[in-house]
């Protein structure tokens, strides 16, 4: 008896299962054809997302989503780098090739959705908010400004390192090499992440190449892998768009791929690409965008990249005038730029006698105060924890209306803001 139940059961478990495999090859059903007029070849789509070609059932493959948004489905091809196949929006079916470009080849029966809505937010902007350039105010989208953090990072360096770039930015005749040794002096000055964005407008070619260049240094890894993809299309099809699928034919289930691409196409089809516009299309959250960035940002965009300016757009006017010294009394010395009359330094002392008198001489803050500004003039360089310590003594006391806060205001780099 036992063993008639036993073979009761597996012919019970058998059969369950070829049902479900009936039923789950049951579901499997044509849903269109797909008709290459160009071509003279028509296709099978099922609903599994497979086409089969008519009366060739070899020549199949998997259909996927278009990543960049743009058409509805990449279809299967065989050197999809250098030909693909995409059915678009309006059942049109397209070829993209690397030589020919862009064409229509033929067109399709299945149901297309209607194109899904992307979130693509514009910056907003309030013009008492944004950053002193050469130019005037450069307002700042009011979705990345944390008004509690205005300021941002001294640009200093010491009287060697001035030295230093005065020696090895000279000409044969004895005369300075004035671009290079901005460029020096900058790259001395700057913190890291400073630095590259100075560099990203310094040598990038077009607001497109700026804005993927600075989104590569401000993202995380993810954003440096879809922005070098993108750079490289870029450098292929520039703005023509409607290729951009072609380079990403090979990519599945990647989200960001298609904010960015879609944020870029819609800036461009309303005026022109700009980081800041990408930033808070993307997503401003997944950058790394604090005042010290958007200080740099603006500044490097509004300036080019031209060293001197960059530097008194980031650095503080203060900055631009000890730098400017240097081209009409040298470097170090008495009067010499970077010396021992070195204007930077006089400021932010002025900010400690400022400190002294509200708090008094023996106050922790005066103290942190005095010991970073000698760390600043002589202490080990530019990501040194002194220029953090500024930045947030700043951020603390430089919002009062006291005479420390309208020292603070002179001296150290900031976002206006008029509260």
């Not at 990345?144 to 005749?173: H, L, R, W």
């Not at 990647?254 to 299309?281: I, R, Y």
Request: hydrophobic share 35%.
């Amino acid at each position: 008896m036992n063993t008639i139940i036993k073979k009761l059961s597996i012919l019970s478990v058998f059969a369950s299962l070829m049902g479900f495999c009936a039923l789950l090859f049951a579901q499997v059903y044509p849903i269109g054809q797909m008709v290459l007029t160009t071509y003279g070849q028509s296709f099978t789509m099922y609903n599994t997302g497979v086409i089969v070609q008519n009366g060739n059932p070899g020549n199949a493959g998997q259909a996927v989503y278009d990543q960049t948004g743009i058409n509805y489905l990449c279809l299967p091809s065989a050197v999809p780098y250098q030909k693909a196949f995409f059915l678009d929006f309006n059942r049109n079916i397209i070829e993209l090739d690397y030589r020919l470009g862009y064409r229509i080849i033929g067109y399709s029966t299945i149901p297309v959705p209607p194109r899904p809505a992307m979130y693509l937010p514009k910056p907003t902007y309030d013009n008492q908010i944004g950053i002193e350039t050469a130019e005037g105010l450069r307002p700042l989208p009011t979705q990345i400004v944390d008004e509690q953090k205005p300021f941002g990072d001294v640009m200093m360096t010491s009287e060697q390192t001035a030295v230093d770039c005065y020696k090895n930015t000279m000409n044969p005749d004895g005369t300075i090499n004035q671009l290079e040794f901005g460029d020096c002096m900058v790259t001395n000055m700057a913190g890291k992440k400073e630095l590259e964005i100075y560099k990203c407008a310094k040598n990038s070619e077009t607001p497109e190449e700026q804005s993927l260049c600075m989104l590569s240094i401000l993202g995380g890894s993810k954003e440096r892998q879809i922005t070098q993809d993108m750079m490289k299309c870029y450098k292929e099809y520039g703005n023509n768009y409607e290729m951009y699928p072609l380079c990403f034919a090979d990519k599945v289930n990647n989200p960001e791929l298609k904010q960015l691409v879609s944020c870029f196409k819609d800036q461009a089809s309303s005026g022109q690409v700009t980081f800041m516009g990408t930033a808070v299309c993307y997503g401003a959250g997944k950058l790394n965008l604090n005042t010290e960035a958007q200080i740099a940002v603006e500044c490097a965009v509004s300036t080019g990249g031209q060293p001197y300016a960059f530097a008194g757009c980031a650095g503080g006017q203060l900055t631009y005038r000890e730098l400017s010294k240097c081209l009409t009394n040298g470097v170090g010395g008495d009067h010499g730029c970077f010396g021992r009359n070195n204007t930077i330094v006089k400021g932010l002392n002025q900010i400690g006698d400022a400190l002294k008198n509200q708090f008094g001489p023996t106050n922790d803050i005066v103290k942190t105060w005095n010991t970073t500004v000698h760390d600043l003039q002589y202490g080990p360089g530019k990501n040194h924890e002194a220029v953090k310590v500024v930045r947030n003594i700043s951020n603390e006391l430089g919002k009062a209306g006291t005479n420390v806060g309208k020292e603070i205001k002179k001296v150290v780099p900031k976002i206006r803001i008029k509260w």
